[in-house]
């Protein structure tokens, strides 16, 4: 993986890219608290593809501004155009799940495979919506109170994270240090510009979407296991993989399962 820095407008982007730009493109998108590290072992485990793995705004070593949900895909887009990827894959975990939505909903001559890990097209109503930036604001104020160390800490102890507790500690220390490589202010920022809450609701526009499309969930996620299930409902053609004894994060608590099954997905 070589390294490298690309600067849309105000804003400089940290990526890791593999693999020759003649090959097909997959981009890998992490969650909240991630980085490009996140799908690291996963995408080097897949042969054929070049492979570009982004710092979303406000992660790892992106140095960024202010950004909303709208502008990360815009400059998502540029990134790629400056990459010679006119089309591409996207694989996204979570908050990337629903940038990977965002931008097969608004760039469909873009993208050519989405594969979204324990994500969701966003919040239907205004009112559901107004209430998640409320909860994104205190988190926000969490942050700035107590620091990056203790939010982590709180973090990791969610119900949505519960199913980790059972990952080995050498397992709980990587995931911890790739949080750590976040900073305050960044975290900020994605919570307030690039929350649900903040985002538009794309329930409507997913029997739109013309790309196959592969939701993956550990089963014992229920809350985003019923989403997949709606997901599908607007959009039939979406495959769903449930992945048994794992929870909101699959490629962390069955990484071996999730990888081999990507292998298989890309191999289509």
């Known amino acids: 993986m070589k390294a490298y820095n690309v600067k849309i407008r105000s804003r400089s982007y940290h990526l890791l890219i593999e693999g020759s730009d003649e090959l097909p493109t997959i981009l890998w998108l992490h969650g909240f608290t991630g980085s490009s590290q996140t799908f690291l072992k996963t995408a080097t485990s897949i042969d054929g593809f070049r492979h570009v793995l982004l710092d979303l705004a406000g992660h790892g ?8 949900y709208a502008e990360q895909l815009t400059d998502i887009i540029a990134i790629m155009t400056q990459l010679g990827s006119e089309h591409f894959n996207v694989v996204g975990y979570s908050m990337g799940g629903r940038v990977a939505l965002g931008l097969a909903c608004e760039y469909p001559e873009k993208v050519t495979r989405l594969v979204i890990e324990s994500s969701s097209p966003g919040l239907a109503t205004e009112e559901e919506r107004a209430e998640r930036r409320h909860s994104d604001q205190k988190l926000a104020q969490r942050l700035e109170t107590n620091g990056l160390e203790a ?11 519960e199913s980790q507790r059972i990952l080995s ?3 709980k220390e990587h995931l911890r240090k790739q949080r750590e490589n976040n900073t305050v202010v960044g975290l900020q920022e994605s919570l307030y510009g690039m929350g649900t809450g903040s985002q538009p609701s794309y329930w409507d526009k997913l029997s739109d979407i013309n790309c196959p499309v592969t939701c993956i969930v550990g089963l014992l996620d229920n809350k985003y296991v019923s989403i997949a299930n709606a997901m599908r409902l607007k959009q039939p053609s979406f495959e769903i993989e449930g992945v048994p004894d794992a929870g909101h994060a699959v490629h962390i608590e069955k990484s071996g399962y999730f990888n081999n099954y990507l292998k298989k997905v890309f191999k289509n």
Request: one cysteine or more.
């Open 61 to 68: 070593q992106t140095i960024s501004t202010e950004c909303n």
């Open 151 to 161: 939010f982590i800490d709180f973090w990791e102890g969610i119900p949505l994270f």
């Open 169 to 171: 500690t050498a397992v």
